[in-house]
Nanobody, 120 residues
Framework: VQLQASGGGLVQAGGSLRLSCAGSGFRSVDYGIAWFRQAPEKEREAVSHIRSSGGTYYADSAKGRFTISTDNAKNTVYLQMNSLKPEDTAVYYC???????????????WGQGTQVTVSS
């Protein structure tokens, strides 16, 4: 199971970026997929989540600006980020999680992270 995050970069405040999380070795439709971010000297925080059923959730900081979506045919989850702010600057990670009835434990997989920098 592998996750490949991409799409980060440098953008001015008010700009947009679309992050991609491409999965291989598993079906994204079987997992809940989340985007987390970690800014320097801060703890990793959840930004958005999409359930295998399609339900979506957003952190308060992301509501109204970010949209999570999935393309099951491409096994890819996207995070469209609009109206970016300098405080959105962080490394963004995608996470795939499901509960394994075989091991009776959560199964977690992480991508390598993609840097998002928003200049003021």
């Amino acid at each position: 199971v592998q996750l490949q995050a991409s799409g980060g970069g440098l953008v001015q405040a008010g700009g947009s970026l679309r992050l991609s999380c491409a999965g291989s070795g598993f079906r994204s439709v079987d997992y809940g997929i989340a985007w987390f971010r970690q800014a320097p000297e801060k703890e990793r925080e959840a930004v958005s989540h999409i359930r295998s059923s399609g339900g979506t959730y957003y952190a308060d900081s992301a509501k109204g600006r970010f949209t999570i979506s999935t393309d099951n045919a491409k096994n890819t989850v996207y995070l469209q980020m609009n109206s970016l702010k300098p405080e959105d600057t962080a490394v963004y990670y995608c996470n795939a999680r499901r509960f394994s009835s075989t091991t009776m434990s959560w199964e977690d997989h992480w991508g390598q992270g993609t840097q998002v920098t928003v200049s003021s």
